[in-house]
């Protein structure tokens, strides 16, 4: 159905929080010419046998990274590890886009040739992370809320300027004793909520990305509920905020028990347990959804995935938006010897993005 062809009732109701109904006079779709871009970007963004690699640590995140495996963080390295990924041989024909840090977007590859404009004449739509990280939650000890939306409407412009087509802010749900608490999950869905409204105004098509972390000793089952929750509470939230699904992606995390847990779960049970939360809570009409690695390895991460597509049709395209599962093998290579091994660095972010590409068909075989 075309975007435009939208029956006459759509967007005349408006929820309300606290779930009261009204009739609005006009329609409340107050960004609808820009309704058929987004869709596009987004559809792109999930394109058959294509994902997305998530380079946008923070400078503080890619230095404990980088201490991890002996290479210094400065300006410089960081931006010829990202040059490395970015420019790996072939690896395009199966990532539809890549997230950009803040210092990412504004840098270029040695010969001169910003990042942003590389991706575009190679096929990947540039993508930007745009929260300012977590802090705690006041008043709720173990948790944390994201923040970043003050003077967020001026940086998605220039980033829109400097060739982001999507951007990406993560919220961070911890599982623990007597948490999550509804106040730590309402606060961060509100959160990602306003931020996909000023992004869809902004014509950047919003990836949203509630992470339920993989960190403590709870089952897969409660993993599965706390999803569960954070799940319907975004998408309420989003709702409430008028923000059009069809120019959204979530980035979700699979449905797995937490690391610390004694029973650890088959690769079907997960596939099982992730595609059954999502279809009870997330709308049909998303352009698609990727997933996060959030610590799995990097066989899991591509394990899963693929299980989840063989286990299709499912309502959305299910792809990646791997961090770590796409970068921790090239990482290795590179800290060892930077100049020796930075072909075949190059070649295990090819070989992953090919085993995710596969894994995004339901054609891996491990
Ligand atoms: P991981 O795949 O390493 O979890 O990173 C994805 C990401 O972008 C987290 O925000």
């Known amino acids: 159905m075309a975007i435009s062809a939208y029956p006459a009732c759509v967007g005349k109701l408006q929820a309300q929080p606290g779930y009261n109904w009204r009739i ?3 329609a409340s779709r107050a960004y609808a010419m820009s309704i058929e871009q987004l869709a596009e970007t987004a559809r792109a963004m999930v394109a058959p046998g294509k994902g997305i690699i998530a380079i946008d640590e923070s400078s503080a995140t890619c230095k404990k990274r980088f201490e991890g495996v002996g290479i210094e963080c400065t300006e410089d390295t960081r931006r010829a590890y990202r040059e490395l990924l970015l420019t790996a041989p072939g690896a395009n024909q199966y990532l539809s886009g890549a997230i950009l840090f803040d210092e990412t977007i504004r840098q270029s590859t040695k010969s001169g040739v910003p990042f942003a404009k590389y991706m575009l004449d190679n096929g990947m739509i540039p993508g930007i992370k745009v929260d300012k990280g977590t802090v705690p939650l006041a008043g709720f000890p173990g948790e944390l809320v994201t923040e970043g939306l003050d003077g967020l409407r001026d940086r998605l412009k220039e980033y829109y300027k400097l060739g982001a087509r999507f951007a990406k802010w993560r919220a961070v749900i911890t599982i623990g004793d007597d948490i999550p608490s509804g106040t730590c999950i309402e606060a961060n869905s509100h959160a990602l909520a306003r931020y996909a409204a000023l992004c869809q105004e902004c014509g950047l098509v919003p990836m949203v990305e509630p992470e339920v972390l993989m960190d403590g000793d709870h089952d897969i089952g409660t993993c599965y509920e706390v999803t569960e ?5 975004l998408f309420d939230a989003l709702y409430n905020q008028s923000v059009m699904l069809e120019g959204t992606i979530l980035k979700a995390s699979m449905v797995v028990p937490g690391k610390a847990c004694d029973e650890q779960a088959s690769v079907e ?3 099982e347990s992730t595609l059954m939360c999502l279809k009870s809570a997330v709308p049909a009409i998303l352009p698609g959804i990727v997933f996060l690695s959030g610590g799995q390895n990097d066989h899991d991460a591509t394990a899963h995935l693929d299980a989840m597509n063989k286990m299709g049709p499912n309502p959305w395209p299910l792809s990646f938006s791997y961090g770590r599962a796409m ?5 290795k290579l590179w800290a ?3 100049a020796g091994n930075y072909a075949k660095a190059q070649a295990t972010v090819f070989e992953r993005a090919k085993a995710n590409g596969l894994a995004a068909l339901g054609q891996w075989q491990g």
Not at 229 to 233: D, G, I, K, Q, T
Not at 327 to 331: E, G, P, Y
């Open 269 to 271: 049970e997960v596939a």
């Open 24 to 26: 609005t006079p006009t």
């Open 336 to 338: 060892t010897d930077m």
């Open 229 to 233: 929750v954070v799940l319907r509470s």
């Open 327 to 331: 970068q921790q093998a090239a990482l």
